[in-house]
């Protein structure tokens, strides 16, 4: 598929595909809710450590079964699967399913290095089954605009972007924390948003540098260490001629909730994508013309849910392998030299 914002137009499948959820708390829960609410698919079984957390998720679709464990899950004769499990997990989950023959849509990242993100797209191209990641931020109304923006060529040539994602909580789990199940801190958590972002809407040109400094509490960190980093700046230089400039973190001191942003600078004018008022949810973006602004995208945008329904319709149309599974990969080989992996 050309473009990840098309739905199949190839036929339905006679009947809608059998889908299980792996993982149904706050993010998994909402992804569940999304693909529920296509009706493209039938869901018949769910699986979460935590028995109230699969309870409620059930209520979504009553018909389902609450099972105990993954081969449970599988056991079901499904389709096609939705993974929102812990990040060490993902990959191995994703392989084990591809192998049944069940199609994957899975929480990012969907490997802690690219050696396991490649794992899993080769076994996806092996079985000729569906794959999609939650690369989400792809989704929203303003970034598709811009995308479009640029691809028509109505900003000139666009030579440099900035890229920012600054959430002042950091995650609450443990496991976040501890880099042998999370693959590192706010790069690989928060980073692989933006790198997805900036080779996406520059149609995946080649990377040909990357520098970057990490930090956690304020000083630098070894990066053969068992540290994770809570701050991080790189640029990065495309073969396109592109510099583009990229920081995230954790707990900084922000002044509100989260700092979100995608600048992108050409030489016949500008666009950026920026939250409003904090809000990890709400984004405006704009077109820029020397001092000149003007409004592309405003809230309300549910684009939360867009990448898992996107997926679900796709599943439902009997799409199998998609060739682009392989810039999961390039985004993440990305990430790997950001660590210096």
Avoid at 120 to 139: F, G, I, K, P
Avoid at 252 to 258: E, F, K, N, T, V
Avoid at 322 to 334: F, K, Q, S, T
């Amino acid at each position: 598929m050309s473009d990840a914002m098309q739905l199949s137009t190839k036929p339905k499948m006679a009947t809608r595909p059998r889908v299980g959820f792996l993982g149904v708390g706050r993010i998994g829960f909402h992804r569940m809710k999304a693909v529920v609410e296509t009706g493209s698919v039938e869901t018949v079984a769910i699986f979460d450590p935590s028995p109230e957390m699969a309870a409620a998720a059930r209520e979504l679709t009553p018909e389902a079964s609450i099972v105990n464990s993954l081969e449970a899950l599988l056991d079901q004769a499904l389709d096609g699967i939705v993974i929102a499990s812990p990040s060490a997990l993902h990959a191995a989950q994703s392989i084990v399913a591809l192998e049944q023959g069940v199609a994957v849509f899975c929480q990012k990242p969907l490997g802690r290095t690219r050696d396991e993100t490649a794992a899993v797209v080769e076994t996806a191209r092996h079985v000729d089954r569906l794959l999609n990641v939650d690369l989400s931020y792809r989704y929203t109304e303003g970034m598709r605009q811009i995308r479009d923006l640029i691809a028509s060529g109505e900003l000139g040539t666009v030579f440099a972007v900035d890229l920012t994602f600054h959430n002042a909580y950091g995650p609450s789990k443990p496991w976040f924390y501890d880099k042998a199940l999370s693959g590192g801190g706010c790069v690989i958590d928060l980073g692989v948003h933006l790198v997805d972002l900036l080779l996406w809407v520059l149609g995946f040109p080649d990377v040909v540098g990357v520098q970057s400094r990490l930090f956690a509490k304020g000083l630098p960190i070894r990066r053969d260490g068992d540290e994770v980093e809570d701050y991080a700046i790189a640029t990065l230089e495309l073969a396109n001629g592109v510099v583009a400039r990229m920081a995230c973190s954790w707990h900084l001191q922000a002044g509100c909730d989260a700092v979100i942003s995608a600048d992108f600078y050409g030489t016949e004018g500008g666009a950026s994508l920026r939250n409003i008022n904090g809000s990890y949810l709400d984004f405006s973006a704009e077109r820029y013309r020397s001092t000149q602004r003007e409004v592309l995208a405003l809230p309300p945008d549910n684009w939360g849910g867009r990448a898992a329904a996107a997926w679900a319709e796709r599943l439902a149309a009997g799409e199998r392998f998609d060739p682009e599974n392989d810039y999961l990969v390039a985004v993440a080989d990305v990430l790997d030299r950001i660590y210096d992996r």
